[in-house]
């Protein structure tokens, strides 16, 4: 069974400054990809970047970057030049890769706070 | 990108009457959907997966009777929640893929969410 942990419930930033949300998963398969989705207040779930089981380099998109450290089972989202609509719920997420369509598995996520 | 609608957004009812989700893939086919229930301040959990043509398959203590789902096209699923009760009420939200994408690492499409309120 796949298992995502999010060891913080909140975390505070400066605006402009770069913040780590951790992210630790679990999952015999070998094939799978991780996920980082963002939630406002509004309810959506917007996607944010992944990296696959077998990508060698970490994935990047903007500001964000994932530290994927396979051997530690990690995969925490750097955000950098924090900025003020960056304050949301984010959620780390996990799906396995086989012939059809997985769904994803889900951590308790990180309520992040961009501070002026 | 893949769209997903997802209607209503808010629903307020009685306690006892049923309500009605929708989930549209609009711009793509998926022959699966997965919808999740969201509490508040809690994670996304997944309650069922939504087969196009036949039978959802359900998370262990999620009750099919109470919650149905129906697949019957490949750009629509519908979750009723059944004689909903004030313990029901939450944020319910659809997700899909593709189908041409099946088997990839890509990431799901989600829909608006719908804000259910039992009274």
């Known amino acids: 069974a796949q298992k995502i942990t999010q060891t913080q419930p909140g975390m505070f930033v400066q605006e402009k400054e770069a913040v780590t949300l951790d992210c630790t998963y679990d999952?015999?398969?070998?094939?799978?990809?991780l996920f980082w989705y963002k939630q406002p207040s509004s309810g959506e779930m917007i996607f944010l970047i992944y990296?696959?089981?077998?990508?060698?380099q970490n994935a990047t998109e903007g500001r964000y970057s994932l530290n994927f450290q396979k051997a530690r089972k990690s995969a925490n989202l750097v955000i950098s030049a924090s900025q003020l609509g960056d304050s949301a719920m984010y959620f780390c997420?996990?799906?396995?890769?086989?012939?059809?369509?997985?769904?994803?598995?889900f951590g308790k996520g990180t309520r992040l706070s961009v501070i002026a | 990108g893949a769209v997903v609608s997802q209607h209503p957004s808010r629903v307020i009812c009685k306690s006892g009457t049923s309500v009605k989700i929708e989930c549209r893939s609009l711009?793509?086919?998926?022959?699966?959907m997965f919808w999740y229930r969201q509490f508040p301040k809690q994670s996304l959990m997944l309650m069922a997966t939504?087969?196009?043509?036949?039978?959802?398959?359900?998370e262990q203590g999620v009750e099919k009777d109470k919650f149905l789902i129906n697949h019957a096209s490949l750009t629509l699923s519908t979750l009723t929640v059944t004689s909903a009760h004030p313990e029901d009420s939450s944020f319910y939200i659809c997700?899909?893929?593709?189908?041409?994408?099946?088997?990839?690492?890509?990431?799901?499409?989600f829909g608006e969410g719908s804000r259910l309120t039992v009274l």
């Open positions: 997700s899909a893929r593709p189908s041409r994408l099946a088997g990839g690492i890509g990431e799901l499409f």
């Open positions: 999952t015999s398969d070998q094939s799978y990809g």
């Open positions: 990296q696959g089981s077998y990508d060698e």
């Open positions: 997420a996990m799906r396995e890769v086989n012939s059809g369509n997985t769904p994803l598995v």
């Open positions: 711009d793509f086919q998926a022959t699966t």
């Open positions: 939504s087969n196009e043509g036949s039978k959802a398959t359900y």
